[in-house]
């Protein structure tokens, strides 16, 4: 009997036809939509007169462009108004699940889907966004389509696509204090570069991996798609289990029972084979940061940044057009250096945990007056959860704002824009040029090396201050 993935057994399970030298037919059972990528798929179903095919199997929320402030105020910006009132207007022509501004249930797409329960072990999910390879965190083959992809699942609840590659990543070990999955995140992703994991489908493995919280296992598959894989995944364990049970979407009883029995089945089997492996010890991995102008373009916190010695010219010409950017010379530290803003929140650190870490962090200490920082839960289900646990009340005393949910200065689409020149530490996943705002200038990190900023005013160790 053939050895197979855990990529494999999912994959192969929702194929309903394979084209002959060409891409597999696969079955979607969830379709997440939000505002920027949906209109102009609507657009195309009214166009040809047909309806969702499968509308209880679509969930939308707005996102990207909501305001993180007054969100009980009509938006201002015209364009992002408009977005969202057609999400609405789509939504209810189609009899899609909606959860729309002032929606209990609002929030950023891919926090939305696993608080509720919509995500599950073993199912194959898409949205019109890269970051959905965070729901892999559940043992889901998750990933992200274009508008036009979008319209093929609306219409008929399956998708054309190529089969990738298998990857696997072993971290084992135990992490040490102040490492989190976001530090695992942009360590892997400074190993194998943002082209490394091109055409491949990720699982992560390993007893550091294990170990991780649901949430930390999103901070890590979310962040998948920034080494160029089409998407990441973690086997499901009890932890996994515990997690989904109970939640709205989740199945309940006798259906629990057999959903349960099958998920238990969800794994590699031993003797499988991957087309790329790595392995990393998890003692080796400390707090990371980036310095330059692409997730990869990361390093431990008290290192010195590279001089591009030993790249190609062309290699070089980028590393060194990027450090330019960024102003900042090679061989230097990044320790010390200003920050203006910093940024909690995302898809990828907007959840409750993350909230509960920044806030024990600063607990007895002040916002540094230099720094402008946003602190925006990821759902309505977070920023109720951080009311009712007075987090929002220690963010105050130590001088910060708790916000309304949203995807905020992940990317310049909405109010949050960073300004021309300026320095941001965030928890979000991109820092490209201008990602934040025209010329903007940003530093990914963990939840926790923001604080560490935000309280000194400078980059910081986390490690020195816990």
Not at 229 to 251: H, M, S
Not at 290 to 313: H, Q
Request: charged share 20%.
């Amino acid at each position: 009997m053939s050895k197979t993935t855990l990529f494999d057994k999912i994959w192969d399970s929702h194929v309903v036809q394979e084209i002959e030298g060409g891409p597999s037919v696969l079955y979607i059972d969830r379709h997440l939509v939000h505002e920027v990528t949906s209109p102009q798929a609507f657009a195309g179903l009214d166009k040809r007169g047909i309806k969702v095919a499968r509308p209880k199997q679509t969930f939308a929320t707005p996102d990207h462009n909501v305001p993180t402030k007054d969100q009980h105020l009509t938006i201002k910006d015209e364009l992002s108004r408009s977005q969202v009132e057609t999400l609405t207007r789509n939504c209810n022509n189609h009899g899609v699940n909606l959860f729309g501004l002032g929606h209990p249930w609002q929030g950023v797409v891919h926090v939305v889907g696993p608080e509720l329960g919509i995500t599950l072990p073993g199912s194959t999910m898409v949205c019109g966004d890269s970051h959905t390879s965070t729901h892999g965190a559940f043992g889901a083959v998750a990933f992200g389509v274009g508008t036009s992809e979008v319209e093929m699942v609306l219409s008929t609840q399956c998708i054309m696509q190529p089969k990738p590659k298998k990857m696997l990543i072993e971290v084992n070990g135990t992490l040490s204090k102040g490492v989190t999955a976001k530090d695992i995140a942009l360590y892997i992703i400074s190993k194998i570069t943002t082209a490394g994991g091109t055409g491949h489908f990720i699982e992560y493995a390993g007893s550091a991996i294990t170990s991780l919280t649901m949430e930390g296992r999103m901070t890590l598959c979310n962040l998948s798609i920034e080494s160029g894989a089409r998407g990441g995944l973690i086997a499901p364990d009890e932890t996994t289990f515990n997690y989904v049970k109970g939640r709205e979407f989740a199945p309940k009883g006798e259906a629990w029972d057999k959903a349960l029995a099958y998920w238990k089945t969800l794994k590699t089997d031993e003797g499988a084979e991957f087309d790329l492996v790595y392995k990393y010890d998890a003692a080796d991995i400390t707090p990371m940061i980036t310095y330059g102008t692409n997730p990869g373009m990361g390093m431990k916190i008290n290192d010195t940044i590279p001089t591009g010695e030993g790249l190609s010219d062309n290699n070089k010409n980028t590393f060194l057009k990027a450090l330019k950017y960024m102003d900042i010379e090679p061989g230097s530290k990044m320790i010390g250096r200003r920050v203006d803003y910093v940024f909690l929140g995302s898809c990828t650190n907007g959840r409750i945990e993350d909230f509960r870490a920044f806030a024990a962090f600063v607990k007895g200490k002040k916002k540094a007056d230099n720094v402008i920082a946003w602190l925006v839960p990821g759902s309505k289900q977070v920023e109720k959860q951080c009311i009712e646990e007075g987090i929002d009340k220690a963010l105050v005393e130590a001088g910060f704002e708790l916000r309304q949910p949203g995807c905020s200065a992940c990317l310049a689409m909405n109010d949050d824009k960073v300004p021309e020149g300026k320095y941001a530490v965030a928890t979000s996943n991109r820092n490209f040029e201008g990602r934040q705002g025209p010329g903007s200038r940003t530093f990914l990190a963990s939840p926790l090396t923001a604080a560490a900023a935000a309280i000194t005013g400078v980059i910081t160790d986390p490690r020195d201050l816990m």
